[in-house]
């Protein structure tokens, strides 16, 4: 066979390479009587004198060609032995006959892999004829185990060790051997011998190699790992026999140290690090009680994953400190929060492999090496009074501010950990009333216990006082939640209670148990039982916020999504109690408050000169802003235009760096800008009223989508209307016969999706101007024997239009916010000719007074809007609904289907 005879002459012909590079002075062997067992050397030598094999070279480079090669080895120590000591004039040509030689010993391991990896036969990628069966007899793998292995002694000069280049190509053949081995026979022997397991354990760690011969050996070392986990993946019970060496697994292991290595790129830890979650997925009942027995690995591979949270949280910190208006910082810090909720990504892909062992020893080195850090962090000592800072652009976050923001930061994200207890050990450090002292100390002061601090908190939990004291770090939160440290430390703190409250692994009876939400068990009578977080919401809501910094709206909008959080996990079935909760509650009537203020701000400011012109347009944009199109409709009033709650969320801020340094500096002070925070606002606890005091007919079903009601539809100009391209009924309205500027004929295409009809208006074209109490359309007839009806070219609104001149039989329309259409609409402008001056006159004088008319109702419904008093309702409606409830509550639990009934009956 040929291919046998190709095999044969590459397998001399690699001896010869080696031999070549293995001079040791007074050492013989034959080249046939070489072993090729396991065990064997990579040291062989030709027979005779190294001169004897290429005549060509000089004796001189011959002589110093060991080291050259020892120049080339891939080991980090490569010049050790006087290799240095020894260059001269000849060192050069006795380096490129040592690369020279290593290339071709390359090229000959790549061909033998290649030659009994691939087989020309049609459907066969594995060797199973005399040519696999001579590379196993000669035990071919032995020697590109060695050539990889193979490492400089540090007394003499004694020949070549091989470079990376060789190492790389051996492990690369090895790795392309083990993938191509579909059939058990062929890969088991592959695996026999512990060749496969010993070239493993050769590379780790990787100090002992230099970074250029790591970056030939690195990728090459992780393909042969990737396929060794492959096929651990698919035959685990019969792979791991071959793999296990004694009570190590050799493979588990240097995935761990390739990982966690500093030496390895980016890249080759990535991979590794998702090779060890594949492992750690086996299902395998043999294979994971093996691995949960690897604790040492595992200890280093969680405390590597701590590690990488720590340095993103201390990268953070030192972006922070400085400017609070930084472009560039500002990017930077929305690639760090991407970046921790990659590593919380991959925490969860850990904590999902279901060993139990490795779970709780997680839980022990995440509290201990992170969440100790953040909460020490918590309690940095301020150098200044935060009040004020962030309010203006000029100021600059202090390192005490950057500790605390990144700490709450980082803690809100740790809410996305898919393990629940961690997260109620979690929520237990945080919010607990009370504490441990294992916070304050290190590693080495807490000692050798191995679950320490897991214990303790599990005493917390069950409210044994044993050791424990008062929980500072509770305090702290709610002491930032009072808005005492400045809006730049409320926003990140209110992110954090929003993210426990959501969290579906706190469920009410554990937030209650933690002393943050109100018992209703407690309503009886006339008192109220405060919760703390109410307390300092509450305190936060009634503090002056005279200053309309952007960072006082963002932190005003939190409060708004804080309460209806707290308020939606509130579970009862007693209407008469959640009636109580909102009517004594102190945190539901400082929101009316609140909206009360922003009300009669925005009244007040529509007095004021160059305010009152444009007070209806800052309400219209308010409106559009926060109720635009939705995709999806209201089911029961099939309403188009609302608000998505969750947008205002935590979950929509955790990637957004504004919340810590903005990008961009924000608008100075003026009416007009006052004017328009006040209304923002004003709209935003109106709604946060709206839903609350709804709620307790609900039963506290809070609703995802806040839907916009006609008065808001009226205001914003939202209400459907006839578009460009629909029919129009003329009769009955008001209408005048006109044509446009004259122009050579245009086009103009219909915007609305699907229709594809054309209208085409020349100078002679007969159009139409309708005058609605709202709008002006401009139609063209269809034709004159169907007068009453045409096809609209143009809607404008009358708020649109800016100012309107007459010029004898010609009107001119300046509009905002206008597309061009054709030759009617140029850049806003638009003119239309009339049959007479008379009727120019007219329509001028019409359009006129309908947007005076107009003004006049929507001032009228705005100060409608602002006028509602939540304070009276929320005293007045809510007592009438409890004694309303009282009587009618039996009736309505008697329509309850009988299943319900009991359901409720139970939870009550």
């Not at 909008?557 to 009517?583: E, G, M, N």
């Not at 559009?624 to 947008?647: E, T």
């Not at 409890?882 to 009956?905: F, G, L, V, W, Y």
């Amino acid at each position: 066979d040929d291919s046998l005879d190709e095999l044969q002459t590459l397998h001399k012909e690699l001896l010869v390479s080696i031999g070549l590079g293995k001079d040791i002075p007074g050492t013989q062997h034959e080249i046939d009587t070489l072993p090729h067992d396991a065990s064997s050397s990579v040291s062989l030598v030709l027979k005779g004198n190294p001169d004897d094999v290429n005549t060509e070279c000089p004796k001189k480079s011959k002589r110093n060609l060991p080291t050259a090669l020892k120049l080339l080895s891939a080991t980090a120590a490569a010049d050790n032995g006087g290799a240095a000591g020894t260059r001269d004039d000849l060192i050069g040509a006795s380096l490129e006959l040592a690369k020279k030689m290593e290339e071709r010993t390359a090229n000959l391991v790549c061909e033998i892999g290649k030659l009994v990896a691939y087989n020309d036969q049609a459907g066969s990628t594995f060797r199973s004829d005399e040519v696999f069966e001579y590379f196993c007899e000669k035990n071919i793998i032995s020697l590109f185990v060695d050539i990889v292995r193979s490492k400089p002694l540090q007394s003499e000069l004694h020949g070549n060790t091989w470079g990376p280049l060789v190492k790389a190509e051996a492990l690369r053949t090895v790795s392309v051997l083990i993938s191509s081995a579909q059939d058990g026979p062929s890969l088991y022997y592959l695996l026999s011998n512990n060749c496969v397991t010993s070239l493993i354990m050769g590379i780790v760690p990787l100090t002992q190699w230099s970074d250029p011969a790591l970056e030939l050996m690195l990728p090459a070392y992780t393909e042969l790992l990737q396929s060794l986990v492959h096929h651990l993946v698919l035959s685990p019970s019969e792979i791991f026999t071959f793999l296990k060496v004694g009570e190590k697994l050799p493979l588990f292991s240097s995935t761990v140290e390739v990982a966690i290595s500093p030496r390895s790129d980016s890249f080759t830890k990535s991979k590794c690090l998702n090779l060890i979650v594949t492992m750690l997925r086996i299902r395998d009942s043999s294979f994971r009680s093996w691995i949960s027995h690897l604790m040492f690995d595992i200890k280093l591979l969680l405390e590597y994953a701590c590690d990488r949270i720590i340095s993103c949280y201390s990268q953070m910190v030192n972006l922070l400190v400085g400017p609070v208006v930084d472009h560039m910082r500002s990017n930077a810090i929305g690639k760090q929060l991407k970046y921790v909720k990659k590593q919380i990504e991959y925490l969860n892909q850990l904590l999902q492999s279901g060993i139990r062992s490795f779970n709780v020893l997680f839980c022990e080195i995440f509290l201990r090496n992170v969440v100790a850090t953040l909460l020490d962090n918590l309690l940095s000592n301020q150098s200044r009074s935060l009040l004020a800072v962030g309010v203006s652009d000029v100021d600059v976050i202090p390192e005490a501010e950057a500790l605390v923001q990144s700490s709450l930061v980082f803690f809100t994200h740790f809410w996305s950990i898919s393990y629940r207890p961690l997260l109620r050990m979690i929520a237990v450090a945080l919010f607990h009333q009370n504490s441990t002292t294992l916070w304050r100390k290190t590693n080495d002061e807490i000692g050798k216990e191995r679950y320490a601090m897991t214990r303790e908190l599990s005493k917390i939990a069950e409210m044994s006082e044993i050791g424990s004291i008062p929980n500072e770090y509770r305090q702290k939160i709610l002491s930032f939640l009072t808005g005492q440290t400045g809006e730049w430390v409320f926003i990140p703190a209110s992110m954090l209670i929003e993210g426990a409250l959501s969290c579906k692994a706190l469920d009410a009876q554990i937030m209650a148990s933690l002393g943050l939400l109100p018992k209703l068990d407690c309503l009886d009578g006339n008192s109220y039982p405060n919760s703390p977080l109410e307390e300092a919401l509450t305190t936060f809501l009634i503090r002056k916020r005279q200053t309309t910094a952007e960072v006082v709206t963002m932190a005003l909008k939190r409060v708004c999504i804080l309460a209806l959080r707290l308020f939606s996990i509130i579970k009862s079935t007693d209407r008469i109690k959640l009636a109580r909760l909102v009517q004594r509650s102190p945190l539901v009537e400082a929101l009316a408050s609140a909206h009360y203020h922003f009300c009669q701000s925005a009244l007040s400011a529509r007095q004021q000169t160059g305010v009152s012109d444009i007070f209806i347009d800052l309400t219209q944009l308010a409106i559009q802003s926060r109720y635009p199109k939705l995709s999806m409709q209201d089911p029961i009033a099939g309403k188009k235009y609302g608000c998505v709650l969750d947008n205002f969320g935590y979950h929509s801020l955790m990637l957004n760096p504004e919340i810590l340094v903005r990008r961009l500096q924000t608008l100075g002070s003026n009416n007009v800008e006052d004017c328009r925070i006040a209304i923002e606002m004003a709209l935003q606890f109106r709604a946060t009223c709206e839903i609350v005091m709804a709620a307790v007919d609900l039963f506290y079903s809070f609703p995802k989508i806040e839907w916009a009601n006609d008065t808001l539809l009226t205001i914003g100009d939202l209400k459907e209307k006839p578009t460009q391209g629909a029919d129009l009924d003329l009769r009955g309205r008001m209408i005048f016969q006109c044509h446009a500027a004259a122009n050579a004929l245009e086009q103009l295409e219909n915007s609305t999706s699907g229709a594809g009809s054309v209208i085409r208006t020349q100078s002679v074209t007969k159009l139409i101007m309708v005058l609605d109490p709202t709008d002006v359309f401009i139609v063209k007839p269809f034709s004159r024997l169907e007068a009453n009806r045409g096809t609209i070219i143009c809607t404008v609104s009358l708020r649109s239009i800016i100012a309107f001149a007459s010029d004898n039989e010609w009107l001119h329309i300046a509009i905002r916010n206008m597309e061009d259409i054709g030759s009617l609409v140029k850049n806003g402008n638009m003119a239309l000719h009339f049959e007479s001056v008379g009727t120019c006159l007219i329509v001028k004088q019409y359009i006129e007074r309908s947007q005076h008319k107009l003004r006049n109702e929507l001032r009228d419904l705005i100060g409608a809007l602002f006028q509602r008093s939540y304070i009276a309702e929320t005293k007045a409606n809510i007592s009438s609904n409890e004694i309303k409830n009282s009587h009618d509550i039996n009736d309505e639990m008697e329509t309850i289907p009988q299943a319900e009934n009991n359901m409720m009956q139970s939870l009550c």
